[in-house]
């Protein structure tokens, strides 16, 4: 097991340079820059701010930094591939290493996107706990009571949830729970600023309706693998042993049924940690998504890196954690390890 989790460590490094490498050379392909606005930027001041946030240098690689340390009779390979890597990649990516992922260039580098990411994503990882609780607290028993009552009225009501909440967007969702809850219950969901700061019901209505994708997905999913599991000669010599339902759907079915269910919800609960951009500019959630996409219409180029790298931490991470789990759920995927 230790043998296998340091391989999937591993190789997390060349899936995250990977990540690092095609943003940045998309992010460079969209128009503009990051000192665009409606009034003209001097000549000179811009000149000044690309020079203090590196933007002066090349985008790849620096040749002519390597030639300048020749002809200055500095031939050591370590200096000369330095000075080859001072680029805006090369030096970006060297602090990432170092885990400084840079100044915001918004704030003309009064702030960095460390504290952007710790600021808000808190906010956003709060709203997405409440989405992953709702999509698995709800989307597993409307899939397996499903799978158990097929062809009844209880299977074809959750079908019918399950695909309601597939077919709407959350944008549509959230727009028409915004209108029912102010129109009909006179209850306002758009928070003051301060009652993000704890835990309280203002991450509800966000959550359940970020999860709403999620849970049904996980419904579907859930009942179409026990249904497959259901028919399985395993589950049939169970029976014939004389074991009650309850353990032959508990200890037999489910937890091979569970196997792609945790697939699925370990990237999808990383993506609802991130947060959401729609759900968090309809009910004015302070988080990292909102943060995000406004940073790619700024063209903050570091905010941009720094947000990637980290979501893709976390998908990474998700990834991981749910190849771990499958020797836990089945004992037979562990004695392969």
């Known amino acids: 097991m230790l043998g296998f989790l340091l ?31 409606d009034k003209p930027v001097p000549a000179a001041t811009l000149k000044n701010l690309n020079r203090k946030f590196g933007l002066n240098k090349p985008r790849w690689v620096n040749p002519d930094a390597v030639a300048t340390r020749w002809d200055e009779g500095s031939v050591n390979p370590l200096t000369l591939g330095r000075a080859y890597l001072d680029s805006q990649f090369g030096n970006y990516m060297l602090g990432v290493l170092r885990f400084d992922l840079g100044p915001t260039y918004q704030s003309r580098g009064t ?3 460390q504290t952007v990411i710790r600021e808000r994503f808190p906010t956003s990882a709060k709203v997405g706990l409440v989405g992953i609780v709702f999509a698995i607290l709800v989307g597993l028993p409307l899939g397996i009571i499903s799978a158990l009552r097929q062809n009844s009225w209880l299977d074809y009501a959750s079908l019918f949830t399950a695909t309601i909440g597939i077919s709407i967007p959350t944008f549509v969702s959230g727009i028409l729970l915004l209108i029912f809850l102010s129109q009909n219950l006179g209850v306002s969901p758009v928070r003051r600023p301060e009652e993000w700061d704890g835990f309280g019901r203002a991450y509800l209505l966000p959550g359940i309706v970020l999860g709403l994708g999620t849970m049904a997905y996980v419904a579907r999913l859930m009942r179409s693998t026990l ?22 759907v508990g200890r037999h079915m489910l937890r091979n049924a569970l196997i792609p269910v945790v697939t699925v919800l370990g990237p999808a ?18 988080g990292l998504g909102r943060e995000f996409v406004v940073s790619i219409s700024r063209r903050d180029y570091s ?12 998908i990474a991470i998700a990834n991981v954690a749910v ?15």
């Open 227 to 248: 249904l497959e599991v259901k028919r399985q000669d395993f589950v049939r010599t169970a029976r014939a042993k004389g074991l009650g339902e309850g353990r032959v």
């Open 111 to 113: 702030e960095n996107v």
């Open 323 to 337: 190849d771990l789990s499958y020797g836990f759920i089945d004992p037979r995927i562990r004695k392969k390890r």
């Open 7 to 37: 391989r999937r460590v591993l190789w997390l490094v060349p899936v995250l340079f990977t990540v690092a490498l095609v943003t940045f050379f998309l992010m460079f392909q969209a128009p503009g820059g990051p000192w665009d606005s």
């Open 303 to 314: 905010m941009i890196m720094g947000t990637t790298i980290f979501y893709a931490v976390l």
């Open 269 to 286: 609960a990383a993506d609802l940690l991130t947060g959401s951009f729609i759900i968090e500019t309809i009910f004015s959630v302070p």
